[in-house]
């Protein structure tokens, strides 16, 4: 994807958010947040947004310490501001995108072709996953994720994430996962050992332990843990308790 369209998705899915939260009581449960309320959720992510766009608009070359960040959060709103709150910092981060010169430099903490490409990629993702949340608090499925974008998401979690040296996704012998797309072309296999666990892009014929097939939408909220397994229109085939291996360690913080 571009970085427009990453932009574009950012844009679409915080609306949604919004929407979501605007329907609903804000001490809703997130059902696929344990602990966390709607209201919890907004905080979060609004916080997050903010936090985000730092980076770019000011060109920081290291993370923010704690003291930075709380001053590029700003104060706490109140419950009754909390949504309008929310509103005004997803809107800074797209115009804080789309501003941004495409050479600008500043930190990133993913592989990517440029800092921009990165923070509209991941902000995009962020809101795209923290909108299902919201959507289950308001009980409602909400619209499928755009198919572009959850292959995408798909990439970024098992490329950047999952493969990543903090990964905790392990185990004491190889397991291998493969993830196949039915609406798009994406396949993945996963090999998980003691080390961290290598991704690669091979044929869909290639044999897993377990492997997932089925819509980009549902793989993308499977495998962020949004979706319980029956809820899913994904096929399993093989040995199902690696599912249970995924949702224990591959948690992303």
Do not use: K
Request: aromatic share 6%; proline share 8%.
């Amino acid at each position: 994807m571009e970085i427009t369209e990453h932009i574009d998705a950012l844009r679409r899915e915080g609306t949604l958010l919004a929407e979501a939260a605007a329907r609903t009581d804000l001490a809703a449960p997130v059902p696929t947040c344990p602990d966390w309320s709607l209201n919890n959720l907004l905080r979060h992510v609004g916080n997050v947004h903010r936090w985000a766009a730092a980076y770019p608009s000011q060109g920081l070359p290291a993370p923010l310490d704690e003291d930075g960040r709380r001053a590029v959060i700003g104060p706490a709103p109140s419950d009754a501001a909390l949504l309008d709150w929310f509103r005004e910092g997803h809107a800074a981060l797209v115009d804080t995108l789309t501003r941004a010169p495409a050479d600008v430099e500043c930190w990133s903490f993913l592989p990517s072709p440029s800092p921009l490409g990165f923070w509209a990629r991941r902000q995009a993702h962020e809101t795209a996953v923290h909108r299902a949340d919201a959507d289950a608090a308001a009980g409602t499925e909400g619209p499928r994720v755009d198919t572009a974008l959850a292959l995408d998401g798909i990439d970024e979690l098992l490329g950047g994430f999952v493969a990543s040296s903090r990964s905790r996704l392990r185990s004491e012998r190889t397991r291998t996962i493969g993830v196949r797309t039915t609406d798009g072309p994406g396949s993945w296999q996963l090999t998980i050992t003691q080390e961290p666990p290598t991704i690669g892009t091979g044929g869909a014929a290639e044999p897993a332990d377990l492997t997932l097939t089925g819509p980009a939408h549902d793989l993308y909220l499977l495998l962020w843990n949004r979706l319980p397994v029956g809820s899913a229109q994904v096929e399993l085939a093989g040995d199902e308790a690696l599912l249970e291996l995924w949702r224990t360690s591959a948690v992303i913080g």
